[in-house]
């Protein structure tokens, strides 16, 4: 009988924090940047220079914790982990080993076998290592440190996942409640989320965990996936030729769909972890873990409760729209503005959903304003201008966030309603077309629809359409 097996997967999360300043120092983190210049003596290593904690690292760290049922731990410090690489500038990073801000966590995620929990070991804070641009063209390796010193908070999973399916759920449970919470925008393509994926297999019904490996260089949910699957196979191929998996650290390439290996697998001893002597012990009281709690926002799925007795729109269009926060942000915005919640649901379902699909672009980047949205449902509403021209003046506010009532001024897009000009229009229409006024009149209904749009593109689109086919009818 064939073998089955059984694959298990923990997760290393690695999040930056959107904090304006690094964690030890006030340089900027903003992505981006000339090489080399969002730096100080503190971020770039440099002999007496002394760090300070970043409140803000510390109040977001915290507000995480919470909202992944951990425990907050009241007394915590920070520990150096050394290692020699070129990219890390103290030649050890000040990260959290012994005593980790958060602890004994879970958060629930849900996939098509049902809803489960996924335990969180940990989470604690650390700075982020600089980056080395490998220039091939003069062989040589360049140092960046503007991201050194960039704060960190690193998620470490209980190794409670079964499938790529359950961990891609259980990062988009993550991604959203840090964007929830405003803690990071958690792009993985601009490196603000990173995760490293611990897999191992076993035979179906074996307490022992295998042997596990480490993936790095994961930058997408897609390529997470992939890594899972051509991990699993590649050490299922090992088990079944009566080789042994080796404990090490290997990068996926996504590209060629396999991965290689980098390094053998570290223990916690060859990092000499000692206390930071540079850093105080940090000591948390109520008052500032009530503070941090009262600041906790309204999250998902209190979000889809509301809007379900709120607002009175459907199940589909509250998942879709409660997904990100920059979209409920929008939604919730332009109703209190006064439009109606399934109008403004309808241009997010719709045109929005159609348009970042076609510029590729995620709902984090939506650009227009509440505002513009709200004076676009309020000219479709009064009349002033047709759906299709709605349309268009609606393309031009995705792009460029454009005033909808002063472009349509500029642009003369406004429905003509001067009945007179409108029935001489009609009037022409009809003389023109003596073969669709004689099929209508025989009984064929639907051409009057030619009719309609002849007279549509005579007024260049600035019609009524409901208007027009009033007057059709009237004058046929």
């Known amino acids: 009988m064939e073998k089955q097996y059984e694959t298990v997967i923990g997760l ?32 770039t ?22 909202a992944t049922n951990c425990d907050i731990t009241k007394y915590c410090k920070f520990d150096r982990k050394n290692y020699f690489y070129p990219d890390n500038p103290q030649n050890y990073q000040i990260s959290q080993l012994y005593l980790p801000i958060c ?5 629930e995620i849900e996939t098509e ?18 980056k080395l641009i490998h220039d091939e063209w003069w062989d040589c390796s360049l140092v960046d440190f503007n991201r050194s010193g960039v704060p960190l908070i690193e998620i470490v999973s209980e190794p409670d996942m079964r499938s790529a399916e359950e961990v891609i759920a259980y990062l988009e449970k993550l991604r959203m409640t840090i964007q929830y919470l405003g803690a990071s925008d958690c792009k993985l393509q601009e490196g603000s989320m990173r995760a490293d994926v611990n897999l191992s297999i076993r035979e179906v019904g074996a307490k022992e965990f295998g042997t ?30 009566g080789e042994k998996v080796i404990q090490e650290t290997r990068r996926w390439d996504d590209n060629k769909g396999e991965s290689y290996a980098m390094r053998s697998k570290e223990d916690a001893q060859d990092y000499r972890y000692f206390p930071d002597p540079d850093l105080v012990p940090i000591v948390l009281n109520d008052e500032f873990l009530d503070a941090v709690r009262a600041k ?7 979000k889809m409760v509301r809007y379900k007795e709120e607002f009175d729109i459907p199940d589909y269009d509250i998942e879709i729209i409660t997904g990100t926060k920059h979209m409920a942000d929008i939604f919730e915005a332009t109703v209190a503005l006064g439009a109606q919640p399934k109008k403004v649901s309808n241009w997010l379902m719709v045109e929005t959903l159609r348009l970042l699909k076609e510029h590729e672009m995620e709902p984090e980047d939506i650009r227009f304003s509440p505002e513009h949205l709200a004076g676009l449902i309020r000219l479709t509403d009064s009349k002033a201008i047709n759906s299709s021209v709605a349309k268009e003046v609606f393309e031009e506010m995705f792009k460029n966030d454009v005033d909808p009532e002063k472009y349509v001024e500029e642009k003369g897009l406004k429905t003509v309603n001067d009945e007179g000009a409108l029935r001489k229009t009609v009037e022409e229409v009809i003389a023109n077309n003596p073969q669709s006024v004689e099929d209508y009149r025989n009984g064929k209904e639907k051409a009057i629809g030619f009719l309609v749009g002849q007279t549509m593109k005579a007024m260049k689109g600035k019609a009524d359409p409901g208007m027009v086919n009033q007057l059709l009818k009237e004058l046929l």
């Open 45 to 66: 290593g440099m002999p007496g220079s002394l760090p300070v904690l970043n409140k803000q690292v510390l109040e977001y760290a915290v507000a995480v914790g919470l």
């Open 296 to 302: 906790q926002p309204e999250f998902r799925e209190e």
């Open 113 to 130: 076998s049902g809803k489960k929990f996924v335990g969180i070991h940990e989470i604690h804070m650390e700075e982020d290592a600089g």
């Open 12 to 43: 290393e999360v690695h999040v930056e924090l959107a904090t304006k300043t690094k964690i030890f120092c006030g340089c900027s983190t903003a992505f981006g940047g000339a090489p080399n210049t969002h730096t100080c003596p503190v971020c």
């Open 212 to 241: 596990r490996t480490e993936m790095k260089n994961l930058n997408s949910f897609k390529a997470i996936a992939r890594a899972i699957e051509g991990e699993r196979e590649r050490q299922i191929d090992l088990l079944e030729a």
């Open 103 to 107: 602890r004994n966590g879970k958060v």
